[in-house]
């Protein structure tokens, strides 16, 4: 089974709860799209502006289009998605996008968020809005669990 961790190319956590999920799953841990670094649409912007395109045109340009079929391909294909925060509006379309395919979405809060002590009442859309690394753990066991796939996802040691 295939999750899809979504986040910001600036997020450092993302690569640290994925290598954390691989070790104590048996999940197919989807993030690397993490490899286009933490700068890449800044470059792509930079790009397409000296290029004398719009926003609009560069949406509709072979980079854009690439790299939005090569996400929407592996969304398509997840059986789950988690959404690690800090993220931004990407990100939160992804996981509607999934939660709109009817997979199970969750959220996953950062300390900064927590601190903070905002609340958005959206994120109700989410099936789950966790805390920690350990309540992911959990919600993919029971995921593994509701589809009777035992040999999918098993802690290991």
Not at 26 to 31: K, L
Not at 68 to 89: M, N, W, Y
Not at 129 to 155: F, P, Y
């Amino acid at each position: 089974m295939k999750l899809y961790l979504i986040g910001s190319l600036r997020n450092e956590g993302v690569l640290s709860l994925g290598e954390h999920l691989r070790k104590e799953t048996d999940w197919d841990i989807f993030d690397d799209w993490y490899a286009a670094g933490p700068e890449a649409d800044d470059y792509w912007q930079k790009y397409e502006l000296n290029r004398g395109r719009s926003y609009g045109q560069a949406l509709q340009g072979h980079a854009a289009t690439h790299v939005f079929e090569f996400d929407k391909h592996h969304l398509d294909t997840c059986d789950a998605a988690l959404l690690v925060l800090p993220a931004g509006r990407s990100g939160h379309l992804e996981l509607g996008y999934c939660v709109g395919l009817g997979k199970p979405g969750f959220i996953l809060l950062d300390q900064d968020y927590m601190e903070e002590g905002r609340f958005d009442v959206m994120y109700r859309f989410a099936d789950a809005v966790l805390t920690d690394k350990e309540q992911v753990i959990e919600e993919l066991e029971t995921i593994t669990r509701l589809r009777g796939d035992t040999t999918a996802m098993s802690l290991r040691g």
